[in-house]
């Protein structure tokens, strides 16, 4: 996408009868706690993808969530190691793809 629109989806569903999805990423930020912990404090999600209007005219979007977090409160923490992470079952399928990331074009934020 080389051009930005503000899309003022305020009408949905009155004008826009279609979302597609292309892509969503999620960066995750943390800080070591005074208590030598680490939190999560800022998070950032992104998706890009097309919406579609009545008339049937797409349009690129970029959607970005920014969340922060603190005044975490904790009771019975769970201290994990980094072997324990990557031992994760979540972990074990996913795979390195040099192709996509040598060619992928992270997208530019929306600028008002």
Known sequence: MSEYFKL?????PK????????????ETYYSKGK??????NKSIITKTGSIIDQNKISKPFTE???????DFKTTNVTPISFEEEVDNEKFKNATYHKVFW???NRPKPFLP
């Open 64 to 70: 970005t969530i920014t969340s922060y977090w603190y």
């Open 35 to 40: 208590d030598g912990l680490y939190y999560q």
């Open 15 to 26: 004008y826009y009868i279609e979302k597609n999805l292309k892509s969503e990423y999620r």
């Open 102 to 104: 040598d060619n992928y």
């Open 8 to 12: 003022d989806l305020s009408g949905w």
